[in-house]
């Protein structure tokens, strides 16, 4: 496969391992288009994965929107081509401080579900399609322990990846044969802002930091997951 | 035949059948086109996203004006202006644009800090501009950011980006929906593939429908962009070496690929313009069927289809559909012109045969294979 062929699309990559996972990857010769709400976020990610060899394209939008993915769609084919992979990491914590669900209003519902679940498959639809009629292509679902657990107080965020995760599994069952390749992983707990944001007295040196992570998510992209495979970062693959 | 007014796509989708080697016609669906072709048949599909080819600006006087892309150039973008209006006036009922002159400024309206200068007018029509402002890429990226889809005032509210996109869509290089392969899901290109059939992709720069300006529209479709990949020409000339059949999805794959075998006399990988226009006196030398939207008569589609159907054909074609009240336009239900495609198969509606074409009509025949 050729470089121009290396084409990848993160969202959230202006921090933690949306950004760790850009810069791995053009480290690695991918073309990678960068989406986040933040530009100067972008430019701290563009700067940090300026020494190439591939080329980050920072791409400012916000997912939340509804006619985002559609847009993001057409921006990102623009500045680097169709992608061979997709890496939903965008994600929202929904209101902080975390609540019950009693203390949580649809509005606030909705947005989560908006940023965690809407978002990412209007993504996908708009990339799928062409990535079957080339043969393949591999879209990486992040998702969380909290989408299986019930953690009291992480009811948006828990419930909304939890949709995440049956989504990417339906997805993946209906498109045995095609060359689609859908993985969920679950990363574990980072040393991220979006952490501090749900945890604020964790310890954070007993957190892993996203660029070891981000390895971990390359080296599960390289290895044999099948598509509708769900793993936990530096865990390999379990069935889902 | 009534437009489809809704953009979701229905998934029982229709599809009208004609043989013009066999004088039939026939319903089915789209499910049924695995079956209508046969191992190592090759389909062509464009691969063009569909661009928010449409911005709202404002003049320096402040007089409102949509432009909407035509093709993006080297150092800039060419646009046809039209009249102020949302996705309910159709374009023949707008206002006439306010005159832009070479050096008018024109600020995008939801965002007043993006500007664009007239770079020049068109001889042939004092709406179609030359643009500048800040590179193409940049243009093209601020309509990405703040266009809408070119809208039509048939459909039961306004489109958004996603409405108009095919399923394997990918590449924004159309204007409007290359919207024939609308209904060829991923489902579908995997029945094909199983089927033995080649489902391959070009890209062609599908441009705009309708300008307001009836001069400018008599020279649609302007010359639009094409690209050619290896693959794609290989599988073509591999099908036509084997006496395989090459299925058009769309007249804009027909454009490219008969474009490129008018420039090159022969379809191979490659970038081009055409300039190519499809009338009933068109004789195909590529492209043997069609995947198409169902169109009525008075359309220039309908017109192209002439180049595959005599008008006999044509004329059962539309008696067809208006009994079986198919709906036409972009968000419509389809049909398949292919030589062979009823062979084996009985029923249907029949029409009588032209068994002989009047002295010089090029479009007599349905060649299948060719030199």
Known sequence: MGNQHKVAWVTGAGRGLGRALSVALVRRGWSVVGVSRSAVELEETRVASAAGPGVFHPWVANLAEPDAPARVAAAASLLAGPPTLVIHNASTLGPTPLRPWLDTTPEQLLAALSVNVVAPMALTRAVAGNMVLHGGGTLVFISSDAAVEAYPTWGAYGASKAALDQAARILAAETVGTGLRVLVVDPGEMDTRMHAEAVPEADRSALAAPEQVAQQILLLLNGSAPSGWRSRAGQGAVAP | ?371
């Open chain 2, 1 to 371: 035949m009534k437009p489809a007014t809704q953009p979701n796509a229905r998934l029982d989708a229709r599809l009208m059948v004609l043989d013009p080697g066999a004088s039939r016609g026939l319903h089915a669906t789209m499910d049924a086109l695995p079956a209508l072709l046969s191992q190592g048949d090759v389909v062509v599909v464009n691969e063009a996203a569909t661009l928010p080819a449409s911005v709202h600006a404002v003049t320096a006087q402040g007089a409102p004006v949509e432009l909407r892309l035509v093709s993006a150039g080297t150092d800039g973008l060419q646009m046809v202006a039209l009249g102020a209006g949302d996705w309910r006036t159709d374009t023949d009922a707008r206002p006439a644009p306010p005159q832009l002159k070479p050096a008018d400024l024109v600020r995008l309206r939801d965002a007043p800090h993006v500007a664009w200068v007239v770079t020049g007018v068109d001889a042939r029509s004092p709406r179609l501009l030359t643009m500048s402002g800040g590179g193409t890429e940049d243009m093209l990226m601020q309509m990405c950011v703040h266009g809408a889809p070119v809208q039509y005032a048939y459909t039961d509210r306004a489109l958004a980006p996603h409405d108009v996109q095919t399923p394997y869509g990918a590449v924004p290089w159309a204007v409007e929906m290359p919207s024939a392969g609308r209904m060829l899901t991923v489902a579908r290109v995997a029945a094909l593939r199983k089927r033995g059939v080649h489902v391959v992709s070009l890209l062609h720069a599908a441009g705009l429908s309708a300008t307001g300006d009836p001069a400018l529209d008599a020279l649609l479709p302007l010359p639009e962009r094409f690209r050619i990949p290896p693959e794609t020409a290989e599988a073509i000339r591999c099908a036509r070496r084997q006496g395989r059949r090459v299925v058009a999805v769309g007249t804009s794959v027909v454009r490219a690929l008969e474009g490129a075998f008018e420039r090159w006399g022969e379809v191979r990988a490659g970038e081009g313009w055409t300039d190519l226009i499809l009338t009933p006196r068109f004789v195909p030398r590529v492209v043997d069927g069609l995947l198409s939207g169902m169109h009525d008569r008075g359309s220039s589609h309908f017109r192209l289809l002439g180049a595959w159907l005599d008008e006999t054909a044509l004329g059962a074609m539309v008696t067809a559909g208006e009994e079986a009240d198919y709906r036409v336009h972009e968000f419509g239900e389809h049909l398949l012109i292919l030589r062979g495609a009823l062979a084996g198969r009985a029923g249907g509606f029949g029409w009588w045969p032209r068994t002989r074409a009047p002295m010089g009509e090029g479009a007599a025949g349905f060649p299948l294979h060719h030199g």
